[in-house]
């Protein structure tokens, strides 16, 4: 209880579990996250799991069964981790593994961890992790794309990028995340600021007319017609409204009128 006799609620907490955590954590002390961690939105801890191998070598991985190259993860360092990080809090976390073979990462993913209370990241490297591990200790895996890594340090530090900065309180306005790429299923409108005239161009007469209506069809009309032309796969998925699909078929005119076939 505080002194306004209210339950003191625990900030979402992340803690993340490799052989270099302190990546993640140097990530996350800067920008809007950073500021988000010293106003209490949000705890992130590391953990090495070096701490939790066996003495005196302190080994964390393995050659694999039935030979080839590289090594893998111990199933065991990673457990005995893993109880120490359930045990560091009453809450119980979601297990996330980070790897190249898990569902892409996406905005929808993020919001759904950011309402939980308690996330643990896996980070791998050398071949991955022994596969009992993943099989009884993991809940999801996530891939930042079709690309490897040598290491998920780097998804566990834009998990908690992307996740910290929709936290509620953590943006100045909340309204900025909320128009951002993908939140809407849509790339985001283009954005200019000062000076109007520069010698790179003049910024659209509408954002400077004042007129707020015209200015946010405008802007929906820009981000119907960049997801077309850039990203057409989520348009795909969506059945636009009626309105939507005249702003989106007077752009595709448009845009088909001041550049020659091909250019796209
Ligand atoms: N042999 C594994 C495979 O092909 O699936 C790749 C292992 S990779 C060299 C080492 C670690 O980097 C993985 O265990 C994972 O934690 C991380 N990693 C690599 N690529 C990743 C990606 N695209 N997304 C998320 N994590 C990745």
Same mark, same amino acid.
């Given at each position: 209880?505080?002194?306004?006799?209210?339950?003191?609620?625990?900030?979402? +907490?992340?803690?993340?579990?490799?052989?270099?955590?302190?990546?993640?954590?140097?990530?996350?002390?800067?920008?809007?996250?950073?500021?988000?961690?010293?106003? $209490?939105?949000?705890?992130?801890?590391?953990?090495?799991?070096?701490?939790?191998?066996?003495?005196?070598?302190?080994?964390?991985?393995?050659?694999?069964?039935?030979?080839?190259?590289?090594?893998?993860?111990?199933?065991?360092?990673?457990?005995?981790?893993?109880?120490?990080?359930?045990?560091?809090?009453?809450?119980?976390?979601?297990?996330?593994?980070?790897?190249? *073979?898990?569902?892409?990462?996406? *905005?929808?993913?993020?919001?759904?961890?950011?309402?939980?209370?308690?996330?643990?990241?896996?980070?791998?490297?050398?071949? $991955?992790?022994?596969?009992?591990?993943?099989?009884?200790?993991?809940?999801?895996?996530?891939?930042?794309?079709?690309?490897?890594?040598?290491?998920?340090?780097?998804?566990?530090?834009?998990?908690?990028?992307?996740?910290?900065?929709?936290?509620? $309180?953590?943006?100045?306005?909340?309204?900025?995340?909320? *128009?951002?790429?993908?939140?809407?299923?849509?790339?985001?409108?283009?954005?200019?600021?000062?000076?109007?005239?520069?010698?790179?161009?003049?910024?659209?007469?509408?954002?400077?007319?004042?007129?707020?209506?015209?200015?946010? +069809?405008?802007?929906?009309? *820009?981000?119907?017609?960049? &997801?077309?032309?850039?990203?057409?796969?989520?348009?795909?998925?969506?059945?636009?409204?009626?309105?939507?699909?005249?702003?989106?078929?007077?752009?595709?005119? +448009?845009?088909?009128?001041?550049?020659?076939?091909? &250019?796209?």
């Amino acid at each position: 209880m505080n002194l306004a006799n209210e339950p003191v609620v625990a900030p979402p +907490r992340i803690d993340v579990v490799g052989l270099f955590p302190e990546l993640v954590l140097q990530s996350a002390a800067v920008g809007v996250v950073g500021r988000a961690l010293r106003r $209490g939105l949000l705890q992130v801890e590391g953990w090495q799991l070096r701490d939790f191998a066996e003495e005196p070598h302190r080994s964390v991985d393995d050659r694999p069964y039935g030979g080839g190259p590289g090594m893998v993860m111990l199933v065991d360092p990673l457990r005995r981790c893993l109880q120490a990080v359930r045990e560091a809090d009453p809450r119980p976390p979601r297990v996330l593994l980070m790897s190249p *073979q898990g569902a892409p990462l996406t *905005q929808a993913r993020i919001r759904g961890w950011a309402r939980l209370p308690r996330l643990v990241l896996v980070c791998g490297r050398y071949e $991955g992790v022994d596969e009992r591990f993943v099989a009884h200790c993991v809940d999801e895996q996530v891939s930042l794309g079709d690309y490897v890594l040598s290491g998920g340090e780097l998804a566990a530090a834009v998990i908690v990028d992307a996740l910290g900065r929709v936290l509620d $309180g953590a943006l100045g306005d909340p309204r900025s995340a909320v *128009q951002d790429s993908f939140e809407d299923g849509l790339l985001d409108c283009p954005h200019y600021t000062r000076p109007e005239c520069h010698e790179l161009g003049v910024v659209p007469e509408v954002l400077r007319s004042g007129d707020h209506a015209a200015i946010a +069809r405008w802007r929906r009309q *820009q981000a119907l017609g960049r &997801t077309w032309r850039w990203r057409p796969d989520l348009l795909q998925r969506r059945v636009l409204s009626d309105e939507d699909r005249r702003l989106l078929e007077e752009y595709r005119k +448009r845009h088909a009128a001041a550049e020659p076939p091909g &250019t796209d």
